[in-house]
Nanobody, 122 residues
Framework: QVQLVESGGGSVQAGGSLRLSCAAS????????MGWFRQAPGKEREGVAA????????YYTDSVKGRFTISRDNALNTAYLQMNSLEPEDTAMYYC???????????????WGQGTQVTVSS
């Protein structure tokens, strides 16, 4: 089993930055891929970025390219999402996910955190 705990969310003004963290516990092979998703009220859960255990970045969704950076520290079993130049459209609940393979859809992932809220004001 894998447990994921997100932290680092909050409220910022447009143009600001936040760094999300996802602390994981469990068997490493079960979290070969770690990803970040987000879901705004009334919208579907959207894949933001994902990264393999070897550091290979699987993808970034187009709307965050050049602004967000995903990384992971395997020694700490922690994944990060550095979010710069935040926009009001980035406002959502952000979820950490883990699984054997990376994918763009939420059904690819087996394990999920409880989420951390990010609110960006204009």
């Amino acid at each position: 089993q894998v447990q994921l705990v997100e932290s680092g969310g909050g409220s910022v003004q447009a143009g600001g930055s936040l760094r999300l963290s996802c602390a994981a516990s469990g068997y490493a092979y079960l979290m070969n891929c770690m990803g970040w998703f987000r879901q705004a009220p009334g919208k579907e859960r959207e894949g933001v970025a994902a990264i393999y255990r070897n550091g290979g970045n699987f993808y970034y969704t187009d709307s965050v390219k050049g602004r967000f950076t995903i990384s992971r520290d395997n020694a700490l079993n922690t994944a990060y999402l550095q979010m710069n130049s935040l926009e009001p459209e980035d406002t959502a609940m952000y979820y950490c996910a883990a699984g054997a393979l990376c994918g763009r859809t939420w059904t690819t992932y087996t394990y999920w955190g409880q989420g951390t809220q990010v609110t960006v004001s204009s």
